[in-house]
């Protein structure tokens, strides 16, 4: 068993590397999502690392896939894909492409394009009930994406075919693209909403690994879950934490240094 604070740790730092290399963005969104990441690769998805195309293995799906760079650093902590890939991020011809990509293993879906993830896991997990399949399909979206009108459609179909096997978490950090999710346009009450929709709801922190963990592993037998992570974007970036502009700005290389001494420090 994976110790996920090591693999939350690990997964910060060489998403920094990453976007800092790149000169690319999208790091604050990366950050919000690092625990959940963690927890699921970490301890709730059944993977085989050595055949990540395992027809038994739990799917998960990055609708938010401007976050990529949260999963490809997961997905070499599981030894999936190698940690030399992470250093080829964003280049010409790397597979490690801006958004993800399902050309990298262990990738099942490439998003980009928002409001396409859920309604694609919907299907996916409407496939394995009706042919009896026993993995379960995990898909991350954010709080801005949930302006989307394809994902309403995309919960009403899942719970109108009683997709139990469907488990949706929404990284809640409250910023979006230029303004906050409120301003820009407000989701509230959202756990009314899904659940008029027709699915379970249940909030957590979702930095929290307990709590993570615990709303992963409860049994739904007959309804989607949606688990509702309150996130802070940028986070354990002290100067990265609930600031809009970390969703497009990149770390100069002063500012890579300090976050990183920040990330070993909080996991000293």
């Known amino acids: 068993m994976i110790n996920t604070e090591k693999i939350a740790k690990n997964i910060r730092i060489n998403s920094l590397k990453m976007v800092h290399k790149a000169k690319a963005s999208h790091i604050g969104s990366a950050l919000s999502i690092v625990d959940i990441v963690a927890v699921l690769y970490g301890?709730?998805?059944?993977?085989?690392?050595?055949?990540?195309?395992?027809?038994?293995?739990?799917?998960?799906i990055l609708s938010k896939g401007h976050a990529c760079v949260a999963v490809y650093a997961a997905l070499a902590?599981?030894?999936i894909i190698p940690f030399s890939d992470l250093e080829t991020y964003g280049d010409n011809f790397s597979w490690?492409?801006?958004?993800?990509?399902?050309?990298?293993?262990?990738?099942?879906?490439?998003?980009?394009?928002?409001?396409?993830?859920?309604?694609?896991?919907?299907g996916k997990a409407l496939s394995a009930k009706i042919n009896k399949s026993k993995w379960q399909i995990y898909v991350l979206l954010s709080d801005g994406e949930m302006?989307?009108?394809?994902?309403?459609?995309?919960?009403?179909?899942?719970?109108?075919?009683?997709?139990s096997n469907l488990n949706i978490i929404i990284d809640y950090n409250k910023?979006?693209?230029?303004?906050?999710?409120?301003?820009?346009?407000?989701?509230?009450?959202?756990?009314?909403?899904?659940?008029?929709?027709?699915?379970e709801v249940i909030e957590v922190n979702g930095h929290n690994h307990v709590e993570l963990h615990s709303a992963f592993l409860k049994k739904n037998n007959s309804i989607p879950k949606v688990i509702i992570a309150h996130t802070?974007?940028?986070?354990?970036?002290?100067?990265?934490?609930?600031?809009?502009e970390w969703h497009y700005k990149n770390p100069n290389d002063d500012q890579?240094?300090?976050?990183?001494?920040?990330i070993e420090r909080a996991y000293a």
């Open 43 to 60: 301890h709730v998805m059944k993977i085989n690392s050595e055949n990540p195309k395992d027809e038994n293995r739990d799917r998960f």
């Open 77 to 79: 902590e599981l030894n």
């Open 96 to 122: 490690l492409m801006n958004h993800i990509s399902h050309k990298v293993p262990g990738v099942e879906f490439s998003t980009g394009a928002l409001g396409h993830g859920l309604p694609f896991a919907a």
């Open 147 to 163: 302006d989307e009108g394809s994902n309403w459609e995309a919960l009403m179909f899942a719970s109108h075919n009683k997709l």
């Open 175 to 199: 910023l979006q693209s230029l303004d906050t999710v409120q301003n820009t346009l407000s989701l509230e009450p959202l756990a009314d909403k899904l659940r008029a929709f027709g699915c």
């Open 232 to 244: 802070i974007k940028g986070k354990g970036v002290s100067f990265m934490e609930n600031k809009v």
């Open 256 to 262: 890579l240094s300090l976050a990183l001494s920040e």
